[in-house]
């Protein structure tokens, strides 16, 4: 019996929990394509790619790479944050996004009427650090900087994961 309850805690835990630890264990096993996009990035970090515009960050490489996608805006297989992994490579769309959130006593505000960023890590469920460029932060190099998906106030945002062809 005593057993029987430590399972059932120990999957609690893990049902609770253990989505922290899923970048970790999956960081050494994305898919390939996913793989080659990040080390894109890691190659162009502090650089600008193409015209410096923040799709041009995606587009590069799925053109580079030879992966399928419509050309615009639609990067790969679309997922969902709530249902699917989502794993570094990933590519998010933003329309009219508005976050919102408080740090150090201060209410923030950022906006992306339309925006393209990759996901360079994921640091828990729905956080992540995205590499991007053409930010009003610091302008057409790609950097990194994270959001966090409770923190959308307004607009859409859609995650893919980059498909090869």
């Not at 650089?47 to 580079?64: F, H, M, N, Q, S």
């Not at 996901?119 to 650090?129: A, D, I, N, P, R």
Request: one cysteine or more; aromatic letters at 14%.
């Amino acid at each position: 019996m005593n057993r029987r309850i430590l399972s059932k805690g120990l999957l609690a835990f893990i049902m609770s929990w253990g989505f922290l630890w899923i970048p970790f264990i999956l960081n050494a096993q994305l898919p390939p394509l996913n793989q080659k996009i990040i080390n894109f990035v890691k190659e162009n970090m502090n650089k600008t790619v193409d015209r410096g515009e923040c799709w041009d960050l995606a587009a590069v490489p799925l053109d580079k790479f030879n992966a399928k996608w419509d050309g615009k805006f639609v990067y790969g297989k679309p997922l969902d944050p709530d249902k699917d992994i989502i794993l570094p490579g990933d590519i998010i769309q933003f329309f009219n996004v508005v976050f919102e959130y408080k740090k150090n006593d201060f209410i923030y505000k950022e906006t992306m009427i339309q925006h393209t960023a990759i996901v360079y890590k994921v640091l828990k469920k729905k956080e992540y650090e995205i590499a991007h460029q053409n930010t009003s932060d610091w302008g057409r190099v790609v950097k990194t900087s994270v959001i966090n998906l409770q923190d959308l106030n307004v607009g859409k945002i859609y995650f893919y994961r980059p498909q090869p062809n």
